[in-house]
C-alpha cells in the first residue's frame, strides 16, 4: 500500500507532505488531480525502513530536509532530471551505495549525505557549481566523486577522506 498526502502550492502545483506505506519499492506520482507535483516536504519518508528503491519523477524540482532520514535499507535511487534544489539533511543516515545527481542540481547543501555510512560513489551533473562543507559527514565509506573542474568544494565538504575526485 502506498498511500501520499497533498497541499497545494501556489504556484499551481502540489507538494507531498506525507506518506503512509509499507512497500519496499516506492513510485512518487508526477501528478496529483492532473497536477504536477513538484515538491518532496520535509521528513516525508523519514524512518520507513521498509523502502529499498524510490523512483521521482522529473516533475520534482525541489526536496526538503530529512526527506530519508532513517532509510537504512534504501539502496537505490533514481533522482528527477528536473531537480534542482536540495536543503541540508535530505539523505541522512540512509543506506544508499551510489547516487548520480542531476545536471540541473547547482549545489550539495551540508549535511545533505550526512551520516549515509555505505555511500560509495556520488556523481554530480554537469551545472553542479558548489559542495557545502559537510555534505558527507559521516559517509565512511565513500571513495569516489565525480565533479566538473570548475566545482567549488569547502574543505570540509570530504572531512577527513581520501578520494577519487
Not at 128 to 154: H, P, Q, R
Request: glycine fraction near 6%; charge should be negative; proline fraction near 4%.
Amino acid at each position: 500500500m502506498q498511500k501520499f498526502l497533498f497541499s497545494p502550492i501556489e504556484d499551481h502545483t502540489y507538494s507531498i507532505v506525507g506518506y503512509e506505506g509499507d512497500e519496499s519499492d516506492v513510485v512518487i506520482p508526477e501528478n496529483y488531480g492532473g497536477i504536477k507535483v513538484t515538491v518532496i516536504c520535509d521528513k516525508v519518508f523519514t524512518g520507513h525502513s521498509e523502502i529499498v528503491s524510490v523512483t521521482i519523477p522529473d516533475t520534482v524540482t525541489d526536496m526538503g530536509e530529512f526527506v530519508f532520514e532513517g532509510c537504512y535499507n534504501l539502496k537505490h535511487i533514481k533522482l528527477s532530471s528536473e531537480l534542482r534544489y536540495l536543503w541540508g539533511y535530505t539523505f541522512c543516515r540512509c543506506g544508499i551505495e551510489e547516487i548520480v545527481i542531476p545536471d540541473r542540481l547547482r549545489s550539495i547543501p551540508p549535511f545533505a549525505f550526512k551520516d549515509c555510512k555505505h555511500l560509495k560513489r556520488v556523481v554530480c551533473g554537469t551545472d553542479m557549481k558548489k559542495i557545502y562543507s559537510w555534505a558527507f559527514a559521516g559517509c565512511d565509506s565513500l571513495k569516489e566523486v565525480t565533479y566538473n573542474d570548475d566545482v567549488v568544494v569547502s574543505p570540509d565538504a570530504f572531512k577527513d577522506k581520501e578520494l577519487n575526485t
